[in-house]
C-alpha cells in the first residue's frame, strides 16, 4: 500500500508555470509506474504524463508536450510535474497516480492501469 499526497497547485496567469509534486509514503517509489491525471468540472479525468518506474521513459498528452515534463526523484520518494507556458485550459484538479508490478521501462496511461491515487491539487490558469 502507499499513500501520495500532491501539493503545488495554485492559481497563476496564463504564460506562467508551477511545479507539481506528489510525495509517496508507505512504500519506496521505486517499485511503482507513476502519473499525473487532471479533471476540469464536468469532464472525465484524462491523463497528462506518465514515467516509466525506471525513469527512464515518459510520455505525455498531445495538448502538453512540450510544455509539462514529468520526472521523479525515488531517493525522495517524490515525482514532479513542471509545468510551463500554461494556458486556461489546463485550468483542472490534478491527480498523482502509482501502480505497481508493472515491468521496468512501461508508462501506464489510463486510469484504469493505476491502483493508487492522490487526493488532488487546484490548478487555475487565469486568462
Known amino acids: 500500500q502507499v499513500q501520495l499526497v500532491e501539493s503545488g497547485g495554485g492559481l497563476v496567469q496564463a504564460g506562467g508555470s508551477l511545479r507539481l509534486s506528489c510525495t509517496a509514503s508507505?512504500?519506496?517509489?521505486?517499485?511503482?509506474?507513476m502519473g499525473w491525471f487532471r479533471q476540469a468540472p464536468g469532464k472525465e479525468r484524462e491523463f497528462v504524463a506518465g514515467?516509466?518506474?525506471?525513469?527512464?521513459?515518459?510520455y505525455y498528452t498531445d495538448s502538453v508536450k512540450g510544455r509539462f515534463t514529468i520526472s521523479r526523484d525515488n531517493a525522495k520518494n517524490t515525482v514532479y510535474l513542471q509545468m510551463n507556458s500554461l494556458k486556461p485550459e489546463d485550468t483542472a484538479v490534478y491527480y498523482c497516480?502509482?501502480?505497481?508490478?508493472?515491468?521496468?521501462?512501461?508508462?501506464?496511461?489510463?486510469?484504469?492501469?493505476?491502483?493508487?491515487w492522490g487526493q488532488g491539487t487546484q490548478v487555475t490558469v487565469s486568462s
Open positions: 497516480a502509482a501502480d505497481p508490478g508493472t515491468r521496468l521501462n512501461v508508462v501506464l496511461i489510463t486510469t484504469a492501469e493505476y491502483n493508487y
Open positions: 508507505g512504500r519506496t517509489l521505486t517499485i511503482y509506474a
Open positions: 514515467i516509466s518506474r525506471s525513469g527512464a521513459n515518459t
